[in-house]
Each structure stands twice: as C-alpha cells, then as structure tokens.
C-alpha cells in the first residue's frame, strides 16, 4: 500500500527554518514526482513546489522559489522541503503528494499523507 507521511513541521519564531520530510513507502519513489502543497484555516490548498522523477524542481510560488528548496533522497524513500526565512504568513498545514508527473492542481493527486502543522509567530 502506497504510504506518505510527513514531519518536521512545529511551532518557530519568524526567521527561523524548518526541514519537513516526507517519508514513502510501498513504491518506488524513484518512479513518481512528490508535490508539496499546504493550506492555511479557512483557505484551499495551494501548491508550493514539485520535484520531478529526474529531479527537476518546479516552483508554483515566488515566495517558496526565493526561500524553500525541495529535494528527493530515492535510496532513503524520502523527499525534502527546506524552508527558510519563515513568515507568519507560512502558517499552515503542510502535506506531500505522490503522482507519476508534477502537476500544481492538488486533485490530481491520489495519494497524499496526512499532513504537518508550521506555525510560524512574529
């Protein structure tokens, strides 16, 4: 059974970074992209970034572009999201998504773990 799950995730001063980790196992990582996306209380899902199956990272936000930097370690079954320079704004619930290609609309994903809480206070 296809399985996610993240960490990392807590409660930081504004400034302060966070590594979240999403941990896979039941496939290959090596065969799907892992997108991570996050949503805020009373807010949609947005995406912030995707890591390919050949590694290539897309960015669907300047912020996270500019600030956080997603990586993949296959042997480990295990993909990264390094976040720095956290603002109150990044409050949110982090989750990691598996598919077979990047895509920044969350209901194509299918398989998705249950999610990590950043608080981020000012």
């Known amino acids: 059974q296809l399985q996610l799950v993240e960490s990392g995730g807590g409660s930081v001063q504004s400034g302060d970074s966070l590594r979240l980790s999403c941990t896979t196992s039941g496939f290959s990582l090596a065969d799907y992209a892992i997108g991570w996306f996050r949503q805020a209380p009373g807010k949609e899902r947005e995406p912030i970034s995707c890591i390919q199956k050949n590694d290539i990272v897309l960015y669907y936000k300047e912020s996270a572009y500019t600030r956080f930097t997603n990586s993949r370690v296959n042997v480990e079954n295990t993909a990264y999201l390094q976040m720095s320079s956290l603002k109150p704004e990044d409050t949110a619930l982090y989750y990691c998504?598996?598919?077979?290609?990047?895509?920044?609309?969350?209901?194509?994903?299918?398989?998705w773990g249950q999610g990590t809480q950043v608080t981020v206070a000012s």
């Open positions: 998504a598996a598919r077979p290609l990047c895509s920044p609309n969350p209901t194509q994903y299918t398989h």
